[in-house]
């Protein structure tokens, strides 16, 4: 094989193009790049929250009212469940009314009772004064006949047994005037009207009052649903069962009173006021997102009110960050059902912009 030529080996490898320089500033902007998004990103962000805060610690509440009976006695007609809804006014349960229908007639022969004795009173012969007059025509007699006896023992005819048996019987006539008139005094006074009750005889007051509380009572047989609203916790509320007075049977959870009550940490209530508008969301419904204003701010944090509430006075005391509960009223109405106890979370716009 023939050798090369030298002179053309020179000149190809002069025409051969050199390798370009890659300069660095390219990597350089591409690092720089990423971490300038990201803080923009970050500003663009912490702008978005500026104004306002947010706590997922929030849940619904609705005002409960238990309602119990105010007598005694065995239910014999239940007319709602869990669940029912009613008016207020709407008839609960009833309660057995017939051993208070027997104190309504026992109060109505008490009454009789006590009329009768009034009438009574009126037409004795206490009262009439019939019984002083006969007492004072004795002592008359019983004065004459003293005189005479008198008279006649001046004169010597008569004897001094005499004399003092006259004068025994006019005392003894005497003291029954005075029986008499004390007799007719106490029936006026048992016929009397106290301040209290003007025009009515104490008896019959008395026993007119004892039926207008079995009246009451036989009223309060009927329990109503004070409010509106949904019943709920009626496991007690069957028939045959006996209602202790007083003793809750069901709970009425009241229309038209939901609210959210939010528990903010304490470094959020620095711009927070009464009044500033607010934004809720529901675990139960992601869709959902009604309006509500801020209406209180609690007086204290949770655990001031805690049935415990935290010593901190040991050496191994560590600052928590307290949460204060805040009050959040619901505007308009809700297109579903609000249960009470329901997660949420809670925006309040602390720079007056209002729920976007």
Same mark, same amino acid.
């Given at each position: 094989?023939?050798?090369?030529?030298?002179?053309?080996?020179?000149?190809?490898?002069?025409?051969?193009?050199?390798? =370009?320089?890659?300069?660095?500033?390219?990597?350089?902007?591409?690092?720089?790049?990423?971490?300038?998004?990201?803080?923009?990103?970050?500003?663009? %962000?912490? @702008?978005?929250?500026?104004?306002?805060?947010?706590?997922?610690?929030?849940?619904?509440?609705?005002?409960?009212? &238990?309602?119990?009976?105010?007598?005694?006695?065995?239910?014999?007609?239940? /007319?709602?469940?869990?669940?029912?809804?009613?008016?207020?006014?709407?008839?609960?349960? $009833?309660?057995? *009314?017939? *051993?208070?229908?027997?104190?309504?007639?026992?109060?109505?022969?008490?009454? &009789?009772?006590? @009329?009768?004795?009034?009438?009574? /009173?009126?037409?004795?012969?206490?009262?009439? +004064?019939?019984?002083?007059?006969?007492?004072?025509?004795?002592?008359?007699?019983?004065?004459?006949?003293?005189?005479?006896?008198?008279?006649?023992?001046?004169? +010597?005819?008569?004897?001094? &047994?005499? %004399?003092?048996?006259?004068?025994?019987?006019?005392?003894?006539? #005497?003291?029954?005037?005075?029986?008499?008139?004390? $007799?007719?005094?106490?029936?006026?006074? #048992?016929?009397?009207?106290?301040?209290?009750?003007?025009?009515?005889? =104490?008896?019959?007051?008395?026993?007119?009052?004892?039926?207008?509380?079995?009246?009451?009572?036989?009223? #309060?047989?009927?329990?109503?649903? =004070?409010?509106?609203?949904?019943?709920?916790?009626?496991?007690?509320? @069957?028939?045959? @069962?006996?209602?202790?007075?007083?003793?809750?049977?069901?709970?009425?959870? #009241?229309?038209?009173?939901? %609210?959210?009550?939010? !528990?903010?940490?304490?470094?959020?209530? &620095?711009?927070?006021?009464?009044?500033?508008?607010?934004?809720?969301?529901?675990?139960? %419904? *992601?869709?959902?997102? /009604?309006?509500?204003?801020?209406?209180?701010?609690?007086?204290?944090?949770?655990?001031?009110?805690?049935?415990?509430?935290?010593?901190?006075?040991?050496?191994?005391?560590?600052?928590?960050?307290?949460?204060?509960?805040?009050?959040?009223?619901?505007?308009?109405?809700? =297109?579903?059902?609000?249960?009470?106890?329901?997660?949420?979370?809670?925006?309040?716009?602390?720079? !007056? $912009?209002?729920?976007?």
């Amino acid at each position: 094989m023939a050798e090369a030529d030298p002179a053309i080996t020179r000149d190809s490898a002069s025409e051969t193009p050199a390798s =370009p320089v890659r300069k660095p500033w390219g990597r350089w902007a591409l690092m720089l790049a990423v971490p300038l998004a990201l803080a923009i990103g970050a500003l663009i %962000y912490w @702008q978005s929250l500026a104004g306002e805060v947010s706590t997922d610690n929030a849940y619904i509440k609705q005002d409960m009212v &238990a309602v119990s009976a105010e007598v005694g006695g065995r239910i014999v007609e239940v /007319l709602v469940a869990d669940g029912s809804q009613v008016a207020a006014g709407d008839l609960l349960f $009833r309660i057995d *009314p017939e *051993p208070l229908r027997l104190q309504i007639a026992e109060a109505d022969a008490a009454i &009789a009772s006590a @009329q009768a004795n009034v009438i009574a /009173l009126s037409n004795s012969a206490d009262l009439t +004064g019939t019984d002083i007059s006969a007492a004072q025509k004795d002592v008359g007699f019983a004065a004459a006949r003293f005189e005479r006896v008198r008279a006649l023992r001046e004169k +010597g005819f008569s004897t001094k &047994a005499d %004399y003092e048996a006259a004068e025994q019987a006019l005392a003894q006539a #005497r003291e029954a005037v005075r029986q008499a008139e004390d $007799r007719q005094r106490e029936a006026r006074a #048992r016929l009397a009207t106290g301040a209290a009750v003007p025009g009515v005889n =104490p008896q019959v007051a008395a026993a007119q009052a004892q039926r207008a509380s079995a009246e009451l009572a036989l009223r #309060r047989t009927e329990v109503r649903s =004070p409010a509106a609203g949904r019943i709920a916790q009626a496991e007690r509320l @069957q028939l045959g @069962q006996q209602v202790v007075p007083n003793l809750p049977v069901l709970t009425l959870v #009241r229309s038209g009173s939901t %609210y959210v009550e939010a !528990n903010f940490k304490e470094t959020d209530l &620095a711009d927070m006021a009464i009044g500033q508008r607010a934004e809720v969301r529901f675990d139960a %419904y *992601p869709d959902l997102v /009604l309006k509500g204003r801020v209406v209180s701010i609690g007086a204290g944090t949770g655990a001031e009110f805690a049935v415990l509430p935290a010593q901190n006075a040991t050496g191994n005391w560590v600052k928590v960050t307290q949460r204060v509960p805040v009050r959040i009223a619901m505007e308009g109405t809700s =297109p579903r059902q609000l249960i009470a106890g329901l997660s949420s979370e809670v925006t309040v716009f602390t720079d !007056n $912009r209002g729920a976007r």
